[in-house]
């Protein structure tokens, strides 16, 4: 098939690219660089630079390219800034969603997957959360999120436009050539690395006293392979009819138990001080991911935290300024 990615210069659309292009995919990049990588997007894929805020240039894009499928990656995504900068999510993140699915219904498109997030399910108290879990957006990321996922399911009502919606935890590792860089870094376990790579000094966690085992954060950290893996096998079924799942490893590993397995990947101690709990961030997030794994037969290769971190750090060594664009 021929698949539209967008965000495909960021950290999981590039890979996901990647893999669909050792698929057999022919795979149109459109991205405006605001947040990814010119030099994250594969030789192979045809590159459009454009913002999906410019709706010429997302119309142009889908008009001259007819592709198959869409997948949507681009996006902000980070709790803590939807929190301090709602607009940026509850306008920018839907706007331009819904630019690119207009296009996609103009221009005939007939399907859609759309990168969605654990944080439509707030401050769950499963141990595990399924499909079935009540959504309630924990901030308005996982709000923007869900409004797209709604949209989706009119636009699939009203113009029969098939959708897959896939709901990450929390992405992680790398492949061979590719890996994550986002300036500024927030996220766990690029942060870890670079504290052991004396980039910087050390590790603050967000917070001690949330009701876990050790009082750090628990998530499920899923392998960005089998996340990109997900969305092939989801393309492939949805002919049939939509669908929604939620993608992680089923384990929870503390914000203690990640930094501790960074110490035994990289053989360097990590300093750590404890700071303020950030804002939205739930005590737990662990999905369970059983209906993908029944319908599809989905089954995450990458299991292992340590095996999971050791892909980040083997990236990080090769690339410890990230991609130099
Ligand atoms: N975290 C932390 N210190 C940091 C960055 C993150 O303690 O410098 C915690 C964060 O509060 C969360 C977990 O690590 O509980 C994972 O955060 P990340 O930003 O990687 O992903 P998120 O869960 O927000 O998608």
């Given at each position: 098939?021929?698949?539209?990615?967008?965000?495909?210069?960021?950290?999981?659309?590039?890979?996901?690219?990647?893999?669909?292009?050792?698929?057999?995919?022919?795979?149109?990049?459109?991205?405006?660089?605001?947040?990814?990588?010119?030099?994250?997007?594969?030789?192979?894929?045809?590159?459009?630079?454009?913002?999906?805020?410019?709706?010429?240039?997302?119309?142009?894009?889908?008009?001259?390219?007819?592709?198959?499928?869409?997948?949507?990656?681009?996006?902000?995504?980070?709790?803590?800034?939807?929190?301090?900068?709602?607009?940026?999510?509850?306008?920018?993140?839907?706007?331009?969603?819904?630019?690119?699915?207009?296009?996609?219904?103009?221009?005939?498109?007939?399907?859609?997957?759309?990168?969605?997030?654990?944080?439509?399910?707030?401050?769950?108290?499963?141990?595990?959360?399924?499909?079935?879990?009540?959504?309630?957006?924990?901030?308005?990321?996982?709000?923007?999120?869900?409004?797209?996922?709604?949209?989706?399911?009119?636009?699939?009502?009203?113009?029969?436009?098939?959708?897959?919606?896939l709901r990450y935890f929390n992405?992680?590792?790398?492949?061979?050539?590719?890996?994550?860089?986002?300036?500024?870094?927030?996220?766990?376990?690029?942060?870890?690395?670079?504290?052991?790579?004396?980039?910087?000094?050390?590790?603050?966690?967000?917070?001690?006293?949330?009701?876990?085992?050790?009082?750090?954060?628990?998530?499920?950290?899923?392998?960005?392979?089998?996340?990109?893996?997900?969305?092939?096998?989801?393309?492939?079924?949805?002919?049939?009819?939509n669908c929604t799942y939620n993608?992680?490893?089923?384990?929870?590993?503390?914000?203690?138990?990640?930094?501790?397995?960074?110490?035994?990947?990289?053989?360097?101690?990590?300093?750590?001080?404890?700071?303020?709990?950030?804002?939205?961030?739930?005590?737990?997030?662990?999905?369970?991911?059983?209906?993908?794994?029944?319908?599809?037969?989905?089954?995450?290769?990458?299991?292992?935290?340590d095996e999971i971190i050791s892909?980040?750090?083997?990236?990080?060594?090769?690339?410890?300024?990230?991609?130099?664009?």
């Amino acid at each position: 098939m021929k698949i539209l990615v967008t965000g495909g210069a960021g950290y999981i659309g590039s890979i996901a690219t990647e893999v669909l292009l050792g698929k057999g995919h022919e795979v149109v990049v459109f991205d405006n660089l605001s947040q990814g990588h010119r030099a994250a997007v594969p030789n192979e894929a045809h590159w459009v630079q454009g913002d999906l805020a410019a709706v010429d240039e997302i119309r142009a894009t889908v008009r001259e390219q007819r592709p198959d499928a869409v997948m949507h990656f681009a996006a902000r995504s980070l709790v803590g800034q939807s929190m301090d900068a709602p607009f940026l999510y509850l306008r920018d993140n839907v706007t331009q969603g819904l630019n690119l699915m207009e296009a996609c219904i103009e221009f005939g498109v007939p399907r859609f997957i759309l990168s969605s997030t654990a944080n439509l399910f707030g401050a769950p108290e499963a141990l595990l959360i399924d499909e079935q879990y009540p959504v309630a957006p924990g901030s308005p990321y996982g709000e923007s999120k869900w409004m797209l996922e709604r949209a989706l399911h009119w636009l699939s009502e009203t113009k029969g436009l098939r959708y897959a919606c896939l709901r990450y935890f929390n992405a992680a590792g790398a492949s061979e050539s590719r890996g994550e860089h986002h300036s500024p870094e927030t996220h766990l376990i690029p942060l870890v690395l670079q504290a052991a790579s004396g980039q910087r000094e050390g590790i603050t966690v967000f917070g001690n006293d949330y009701p876990t085992p050790d009082g750090t954060c628990v998530r499920d950290y899923v392998h960005v392979l089998d996340l990109a893996e997900a969305h092939a096998l989801a393309l492939d079924v949805l002919d049939a009819g939509n669908c929604t799942y939620n993608l992680g490893n089923g384990e929870g590993f503390s914000v203690r138990e990640v930094i501790n397995a960074a110490q035994r990947v990289t053989g360097v101690e990590i300093p750590t001080v404890l700071g303020p709990r950030r804002a939205g961030d739930p005590a737990r997030l662990v999905a369970s991911s059983q209906r993908i794994r029944d319908d599809l037969g989905w089954k995450p290769v990458y299991t292992d935290l340590d095996e999971i971190i050791s892909s980040a750090w083997r990236w990080h060594q090769q690339h410890p300024n990230g991609y130099v664009d």
